[in-house]
């Protein structure tokens, strides 16, 4: 018996309801931080700095926030959320430098402290600004200076460094 025109809709409609439901998904505690201070406030406050640190060699350059940078976003968000933040940053950041110095050795590490902006200088002499004001809190870029900066979700730091780094990501990039 054939199916009617109405309950065609129906199962037409029903299913792409639940495929969206499940595109969605849970948020991260991670992801419901970020939102909650974004909603709360667009973006971070700016550095309490104005300085630019130069990156002209092979490196991952981690950046986080000066301690007024930190107390003024301390102050705008939620105790809680904060706290998380906190807590989980601390702990990729050390995972990421861990994974540097057991699979990448000879990778410079460079710590950008108490500077707003990294300026990214190839082999070719071309150059790429970042504002660290328009970034996470805290985060990871690595460099190789003949491709531009990448910044690295540091939860997949395992595979974006390799990635980064390999000959094909090179190879596409001059294309």
């Not at 499940?22 to 909650?36: D, L, S, Y």
């Not at 630019?52 to 926030?65: G, Q, R």
């Not at 990778?107 to 500077?115: H, M, Q, T």
């Amino acid at each position: 018996m054939p199916v009617s025109f109405p309950k065609k809709a129906f199962n037409l409609l029903l299913l792409f309801v639940l495929l969206y439901a499940c595109k969605q998904g849970p948020q991260t505690a991670h992801e419901q931080a970020r939102a909650h201070m974004n909603e709360q406030h667009p973006s971070k406050p700016g550095s309490s700095f104005e300085d630019t640190l130069t990156i002209n060699t092979k490196a991952a350059v981690f950046f986080e926030p000066d301690s007024l940078q930190l107390q003024k976003i301390k102050a705008v968000t939620d105790k809680g959320v904060f706290k998380s933040s906190e807590h989980e940053y601390f702990y990729q950041i050390r995972n990421a430098h861990q994974f540097l110095k057991t699979n990448w050795p000879r990778l410079k590490i460079v710590e950008a402290r108490n500077v707003r902006f990294l300026l990214f200088k190839k082999a070719d002499n071309t150059t790429t600004l970042i504002d660290l004001n328009k970034q996470d809190p805290s985060g990871l870029f690595v460099f190789d200076v003949h491709q531009a900066p990448l910044l690295i979700d540091m939860m997949n730091i395992d595979t974006g460094v390799p990635d980064y780094f390999s000959n094909k990501r090179q190879m596409q990039s001059k294309h």
